[in-house]
């Protein structure tokens, strides 16, 4: 009898840990990329937004002001040989730029604050967290 019971113990804590597993980053670091609109973009033209990875492509996303929308956000886990690379590319009042918003080589300290990258989108360019040094033009 005692053996039968450490028998499920023993299968209901591997359940346990490999569900923990697939949720989680294993053996990998777990970032967050944060697209943050800023009121100088106004109320009349949306921000769209279309992310891709070499493996995943994040789909095309519009976001209005006027609606409250102010955020895009996604999790990954760091590729395994750690080379990570997400690009975006913005449109806005007819301009557009394309550009990495995170790339493995150089966000590990670029994002190193709870290793989430937060991109400020402003009027008069791209802003990486919270930096008043203007990263990319519009």
């Not at 019971?5 to 990329?33: D, G, H, P």
């Amino acid at each position: 009898m005692a053996s039968k019971m450490n028998i499920v113990i023993t299968q209901l804590a591997l359940f346990v840990v490999s569900a923990n597993l697939l949720e989680a980053c294993f053996l990998t670091t777990e970032y967050r990329v944060l697209i943050d609109l800023d009121l100088s973009l106004g109320f009349v033209y949306p921000l769209t937004i279309h992310c891709w990875s070499g493996n995943e492509d994040l789909g095309t996303h519009m976001m209005y002001l006027s609606d409250g929308i102010t955020k895009y956000d996604w999790r990954f886990c760091e590729n395994f040989i750690g080379k990570s690379v997400y690009t975006c590319e913005f449109w806005w009042n007819g301009k557009d730029k394309t550009f990495q918003v995170f790339n493995s080589d150089t966000s590990d300290h670029d994002c190193a604050e709870e290793s989430t990258c937060t991109w400020h989108v402003k009027k008069h360019g791209f802003y990486l967290n919270g930096n008043d040094r203007r990263s990319y033009k519009w």
